[in-house]
């Protein structure tokens, strides 16, 4: 018979109730030993509870008063100043820095020449006579006498006046070949002026008179002239080195390498400044080039019967600085501290008349010509040069051919009271291969333009290139010769065969040295390469 085995007695079974129980015991104990610890907050806490986190609103702080440090307890300025303070290096300190490249065989028929910028001493002559061909350094000569003519902060104004009737509207070329095709920007160099800008205005001043449709004629009496030199080569203008020259363009079509701007600027202008009036409800009709109606002679300045320069511009009315010369004498002080003729200013002709023939529609403004100048020596912009110093000369009762421009250029140079002999110049931004021009009187220029005397010079000498950093020296200096990088202000000429580079450098010590170099039959690459060892080693030698 089989037995049945007897299950095993078991404990007291855990319930679901007895295990909540036990938790919150657990969860009370843990709780109670946290407070006890300072770690939680609760009846047994001994620590104070952390102030509640900022609102939005924050009180306001009062900072401790910390005097400012007097000169005595000052570090010293990391460079001394420009003014004086240094000593100028010697001749035979600059000899010596510079025996190993002036060796260079790239620098065998050169001409070299060293001034202290703040004395004008002449440190270092090498061939600084020899007439050579300056290529673009021509542009500082041509800087020179574009600031004898025009005021410090004088601007250019394009013009759209009515005709001889409602319907007939004159846009008259002004000399501002940087017109932004847009809106104007009041702080750009080129585009200062914008072209929908006096569109607006037109548009508005016709609409206002009932006027719908128009003949849109164009003035280009102001300073006339050819728009590409007899002297340079014929694919200059095509290939982008240089724009054509006009007295109204577009900033939007610079011509540079590669990019040729249009043959003819201001047929360009004129068919968006048409497109322009058509977006606003006008209707255009081109008229044929040629005079425009009402016109019987230049509305604009005019040559000054005694060879001054007239301050009339175009809408009739006399700008408040047409007279001030560049050096800020007025015109009864008669002659320029160095000796120079100050510009006169031709009889003041009636102001432009408020409605029928001749009344002004509209008028915009460009960047004063100082700052074009710079922007043309920064980006070595040779139509830019050429029309600045067209106007210039056609202002001073000179021709406007490139011939002749460059022989006002040479005139108004003289006139400074520097030697010219033996120059000659055929263009004035140095395309031509015909100019020749002496280191030296380069080298007159500069240390001219750094004495604080001449407003517009010395404004264009602050838009030279920077080395290692702006416009034709962006990529020079930035290898073995970086010991003038950022600290080199200097115009480039490059033409094939004759290169040079002329401008200024602070040295170790902080003196500002000014300095020219002319290079001859060698290559571009080795003129170049030559070139900067020759400012860096002024730039780092100290030279006393």
Known sequence: MAHETQPARRGPRLTYGMAAVWSVVAILLG???????DAAPGALTVRPLPPPPPTETVATRTLPSVPQPTMSTSV????????????APSAAGIEQALASVRALP???????VVRDGQTGDVLLDQGGDELRIPASTTKLLSAAAIGQTFAPDETLRTVVREGDTPDEIVLVAGGDSLLNPGTGDPDAVAGRAGLRDLAEQVATALKGSGTTSVTLYVDETYAAGPTTAPTWASTFRSSGITGAVAMLGLSSQRAHGGAPGP???VAAVRSAFARQLEGRGIDVRLAARGQAPGVPGSPMPTPAADGGASA?????TTPSDGATPSDGATPSEGATPDGAQAPTTAAVTPTAPASGPGAVLGSVESAPVREQLALALTDSDNALTEILSRQAAYRSGAGTDFAE????????VAALGLDTAGVTLSDASGLSRENRVPASLLSDVLVLGYDGKHAVLRRALDGLPIGGLTGTLADRFTGAQHDAAGRARAKTGTLTGANALAGSVVDD???LLVFVGMVAGVGTNDARA?????VAAIASCGCR
Do not use: K
Request: hydrophobic share 45%.
């Open 263 to 265: 043959a003819d600027p």
């Open 76 to 87: 010293a300025p990391p460079l001394p100043s420009l003014a004086g303070d240094t000593a």
């Open 106 to 112: 790239a620098l065998g028929d050169s001409a070299l």
């Open 405 to 412: 421009v460059g022989a006002w250029v040479v005139s108004q």
């Open 530 to 534: 030559a070139l900067d060892r020759f």
């Open 31 to 37: 709780y109670a030993v946290l407070d006890v610890a």
């Open 312 to 316: 009339t511009p175009s809408d009739g």
């Open 509 to 511: 010590d902080g003196r």
